[in-house]
């Protein structure tokens, strides 16, 4: 049996922005290489929709999507047998049967039904939550046996609870919508409560959704893959590596191959380091980075930059203004700065504090010492004589001060 398998679409991301067509234009072109391929079934991973209540509209593209299989009629009707908790249910196909787990962003507690109930309803697919699904083609049987997303502390205890066993005779595909511990940078704040090592063994194949760049991985008796998004959410940096695509396995055979979207959108991550940086500095590296970058790029592509370092002393990362970057580039790219710079901390300036204490200034002198380095980093520069200003406003005279900083400025 030929096998395609994707995930992540996120119907409904980035509704109002110019990117709300990509959503579904990528998630099209995943149905369309299932139909290329041949495929004889097709399985969701999860993240189907962006949102747990669709929009009409989000729920219009779905159906749009759907309606792309029925450009390719199967030559005789296929049955698929949904089992859960010793319920049976059957489930007819004339077109590629499609079989799917909810995802996170689809996850709704259980006084509520979520997309995926609406989606079986109609006819689309087969929803699988703790449970399994059995189907034949030509002499072929495959069961494929899935858990929807649930909160990933409740994850493990969820999967060891539900166990899933392999069938004999017969291909057997787990669906999962899980972080996984081995996959996620130290720096993410998402938890995972499941390793690969937990993972149920005899399986042909176990996927899993969620995480947004493909994988694959080939453990001792575990075939494990990740399909990846088909749209790019997060832009994390493994994202700009990967391309996005969907994975056809080829059961008799046991092979398995990812097949990259035709048309997609390129996303470059860019990291830039700075060191004390004025605001100009750091306008100009941002310029001359991006304008290289773009040199080189297809269409409009997203770029993610990542400023990292610090600051000059003064500068808050609220005051750095960057609108005009954006607006220079706005034609060209799509932009997301992430400015992540690290912040003088209390106790560095208590520490400044201290020394000053420490050579036995007075507070004047010390008063005097931090506006002249504060002026230092503004445009007054040496523009009026810092000391007179200083007495001036020392001893109250703040009208005589004004007078004196005009003066300065006119000449
Ligand atoms: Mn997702």
Redesign the pocket.
Known sequence: MRIAIA??F?IGFGKGTEREQEAFEQAKQAFELALKEKADLLLLA??LFDSDVPSQEAWLEMFKLFSVLRGQKQSEICKVKKIKNEKVENFLFSTIPVIAIA???EFRSKDFKNALDVLQEAGCLVYLHAAKAELELSGEKVVVQGLSGVPEKKALDALKMWGPKPVQGATNIVLLHQSIKEFLPFDDEMIASIALADLPSGFDLIVD??L?WSSQENLEKKRFIVPG?TVI?QMKKLESTKPKGIFLFESKENKLQFIPLPEQRQFLFEKLEFREARAEQIREAIGKRLSGLLSNAKGKPLVKLKLKGSLAKGLTQADLDLREIRENFRENCIIAIDADFEQASFKQKLQELREAQLGKKSIAAMGFDLLEKNLQETQFKNAFDVKRIFDLLANNEIDKAVEVLSESKKG
Do not use: L, N, P, Y
Request: charged share 15%.
């Open positions: 995930s992540d996120h999860g993240d995802g996170t962003h959704g969620h947004h998004s959410t």
